[in-house]
């Protein structure tokens, strides 16, 4: 049975890592529904964020052949209630419709959203949560005019308390043996 999983991936920084691991996902056949790139807590070292639905054996499969990637520290997987997540929505409307009706500002509050530019000829709107949150605050400024509109990928922090740098230190003192 297909599930949604988040799968993080820590590496270095460098040229064709992303290229590699989203080809792993394609000859696969598994589309890749969001992907966010950062540093992570640990110094030099960056995290890949993964969305994708299919099986569990074959997200475990997958995982395996991630970190048998040359420059993967370490590749975990998580089903949603593993972790806690988020994603981030920007809506540019026009300031006129701002200033001109109340309908707008009243779904902007409904929602929790801010507003994180107002200029003369646009407003930017700002909205966090869940793609569910985002989308429905779309769908209900898009019959006032959006002008512009993007949204990131998810960013995640897992529930288990191992975090990476333990992972990290045992990598280390393995390889000095």
Same mark, same amino acid.
């Given at each position: 049975?297909?599930?949604? *999983?988040?799968?993080?991936?820590?590496?270095?920084?460098?040229?064709?890592?992303?290229?590699?691991? %989203? %080809?792993? /996902? %394609?000859?696969?056949?598994?589309?890749?529904?969001?992907?966010?790139?950062?540093?992570?807590?640990?110094?030099?070292?960056?995290?890949? %964020?993964?969305?994708?639905?299919?099986?569990? #054996?074959?997200? +475990?499969?997958?995982? +395996?052949?991630?970190?048998?990637?040359?420059?993967?520290? +370490? =590749? /975990?997987?998580?089903?949603? #209630?593993?972790?806690?997540?988020?994603?981030?929505?920007?809506? $540019?409307? !026009?300031?006129?419709?701002?200033?001109?009706?109340?309908?707008?500002?009243?779904?902007?509050?409904?929602?929790? =959203?801010?507003?994180? =530019?107002?200029? !003369?000829? /646009?407003?930017?709107?700002?909205?966090?949560? *869940?793609?569910?949150?985002?989308?429905?605050? *779309?769908?209900?400024? $898009?019959?006032?005019?959006?002008?512009? /509109?993007?949204?990131?990928?998810?960013?995640?922090?897992?529930? !288990?308390?191992?975090? *990476?740098?333990?992972?990290?230190?045992?990598?280390?003192?393995?390889?000095?043996?």
């Amino acid at each position: 049975m297909k599930e949604q *999983f988040t799968i993080s991936i820590y590496t270095e920084n460098l040229i064709g890592i992303l290229h590699r691991l %989203t %080809t792993i /996902f %394609t000859r696969r056949h598994i589309n890749i529904e969001s992907i966010t790139a950062s540093e992570s807590e640990v110094k030099d070292i960056h995290r890949y %964020t993964i969305v994708v639905s299919s099986e569990e #054996d074959k997200i +475990k499969k997958i995982v +395996k052949q991630i970190e048998k990637q040359v420059d993967v520290f +370490k =590749a /975990f997987y998580h089903k949603n #209630d593993g972790i806690v997540y988020q994603e981030m929505a920007l809506y $540019k409307m !026009p300031t006129k419709l701002l200033s001109q009706t109340k309908e707008v500002e009243y779904i902007v509050r409904k929602h929790h =959203a801010r507003l994180l =530019a107002v200029e !003369p000829d /646009f407003t930017i709107i700002e909205k966090t949560g *869940f793609k569910e949150e985002t989308q429905e605050l *779309f769908e209900q400024l $898009k019959p006032h005019g959006i002008l512009e /509109f993007v949204r990131s990928g998810r960013i995640s922090i897992s529930k !288990p308390m191992k975090e *990476f740098q333990e992972y990290f230190t045992e990598v280390e003192e393995a390889s000095r043996l």
